[in-house]
């Protein structure tokens, strides 16, 4: 139960954090231009992966 239970959090969130990351898309593209840009960027894309790294681990089953 545990394998499948892992594999039903990830392939309901994978279209939310897919379209989470899509709505960035133009915010990654245009914010390097802006003063303090690269900054937002960097912190927008540590967010992102703070993110599924939390999910992914967090969906593991119990020993």
Known sequence: MGALH???VVALLTPAVLLG???AVPALV???FFPGGTDRVTR???AHTRYLS???T???PAP
């Open 6 to 8: 892992r594999v039903l």
């Open 21 to 23: 990351l899509v709505a």
């Open 30 to 32: 245009l914010l390097p």
């Open 44 to 46: 927008l894309l540590t």
């Open 54 to 56: 939390t999910l992914l």
């Open 58 to 60: 967090n969906s593991r």
